[in-house]
């Protein structure tokens, strides 16, 4: 039988909730595109339910128990003698969450022998070494698909807020003041605006979707061309790189995956090619953006916006300069763990769980490294060094 350790954030500060705001989720019949939701046997929780902290456990104890397989969940995962160092020895399967990810390095996988197969609850497996991975024939997988339109409409809501000063305008209310001209002093309208994704796969496309019905000029690039039809439907103009893009551009939004030709992507020399005072919206990976060069150009003027979701290490420590730089509306990593997106990305989970206890080949669209290399989704979204 089969040690699952998995790694989850903790629990609401008042405890898990007992009760929640909406009854219900909305039905999907599939994602855009036509790939299916996932599809497991059966699954032990209520949809709209917390299932990715610890008491969630993503629904899975009382699946892999009555199988006789042991579940660990714990969400202490850093520093030295943690719960997750202390029970991957013996692990054959880990899962996590972007959100709170487990970061297997090639020294943890190293000292993890049974390990087989790593899952990622969510997209996005950057924090497992791929290359070290791929040397100890482990499998990796993630939920493909189940939270990019929950991303998506993280980044339009980011974009509005920075562009409009939302954030800064709904403090003025929580002080108690009404100065309208301090509201409105760095607010500005989106409509007629030049905005570009670096990335366009599911998530680039769908924000290029829903920014398009706002009258704005919409920009991309990415490692695959767009088809022609959808360049003409949404009156693309693409570029062959972030270099050639951004420059055009008053709102940069960044939806491209984590590996070695887009670390450090966005650094000192590529923010200063910009317009002075473009907004740069990142969800995707903060090492995508150099932390010390973006707080620069908040200071000196050179952006006038930043907006993320995502911090390098996470969680990030109480004195990230991110916390504290100037015209900043960062959250802690939730764009895609929503409670619509956790129904997905729990039963997408277990299908990918009934899959490999059955002996049956995952999903293709699920597999990054499959049989000692790059597989399925991985092949198209990743690289090794």
Known sequence: MAKVLCVLYDDPVDGYPKTYPRDDLPHLDGYPGGQTLPTPQGVDFTPGQLLGSVSGELGLRKFLESRGHTLVVTSDKDGEGSEFDRELADAEIVISQPFWPAYLTPERIARAPKLKLAVTAGIGSDHVDLDAAIAHGVTV??????????????????????????????????????????????????????????????????VLRRLAPFDVHLHYTDRHRLPAEVERELNLTFHPSAAEMVPHCDVVTINAPLHPETEGLFGDELIASMKRGAYLINTARAKIADRDAVVRALESGQLAGYAGDVWYPQPAPADHPWRTMPYQGMTPHISGSSLSAQARYAAGTREILEDYFGGSPIRDEYLIVDGGKLAGTGAHSYSTR
Do not use: F, K
């Open 141 to 206: 997988a993630e939920v493909t698909y189940c939270n990019s339109i929950s991303v998506a409409e993280h980044v339009v809501m980011m974009i509005l807020s920075q562009v409009r000063n939302y954030l800064p305008a709904h403090q003025v209310v929580l002080d108690g003041g009404w100065n309208i001209a301090d509201c409105v002093a760095r607010s500005y309208d989106v409509e007629g605006m030049h905005i570009g994704t670096v990335a366009a796969g599911r998530i680039g496309t769908a």
